[in-house]
């Protein structure tokens, strides 16, 4: 019976693998709140997250795997999709680069770290990487956008 369970769950799993789209701007807002709301961080936290700085801090660990899980981009038996990992975060590289920037990120856990350290340890290389790059620049240039319309 166990045996059925454990087959059933797994193909289940890979029914709804394909399913899978990247996350909007407006569903990424939604999950951080989501996740904020479930793992509260300090004010000085919070700000170092939104300049991109991301202390290996329990608290910063649980809140980032939330955010992942719920992009469906990680969960806590696999780890990190590379191909969704390629596919939201991509930015304007080639899915084919940014999958083997993904791929290099992606271990299977063998050291057997809580989640927590898992999915930070992935979201560490994938942001010393050239997607990482991507971002920072994603983000500075939406910033100086908003203080131009803000002026």
């Not at 801090?57 to 981009?73: F, H, M």
């Not at 560490?124 to 319309?149: L, N, Q, T, Y």
Request: net charge neutral.
């Amino acid at each position: 019976m166990l045996m059925y369970l454990i087959v059933a769950l797994a193909l289940c799993a890979v029914a709804h693998a394909d399913d899978w789209t990247p996350k909007t701007g407006e569903e990424i807002r939604k999950i951080r709140v989501d996740c904020l709301k479930e793992n509260p961080l300090s004010n000085d936290q919070i700000s170092q997250l939104k300049n991109l700085i991301f202390p290996n801090e329990p608290d910063v660990r649980q809140y980032l795997t939330c955010s992942a899980i719920k992009l469906g981009i990680f969960c806590d038996q696999q780890g990190y999709h590379a191909d969704r990992l390629a596919k939201q975060f991509k930015m304007d590289l080639s899915e084919e680069e940014a999958l083997q920037i993904a791929q290099s990120c992606v271990d299977d856990n063998a050291q057997k770290s809580p989640t927590d350290v898992w999915a930070f340890r992935g979201h560490k290389c994938m942001m010393a990487s050239k997607i990482g790059d991507k971002v920072r620049a994603f983000v500075k240039a939406k910033a100086e956008e908003a203080k131009k319309k803000a002026a």
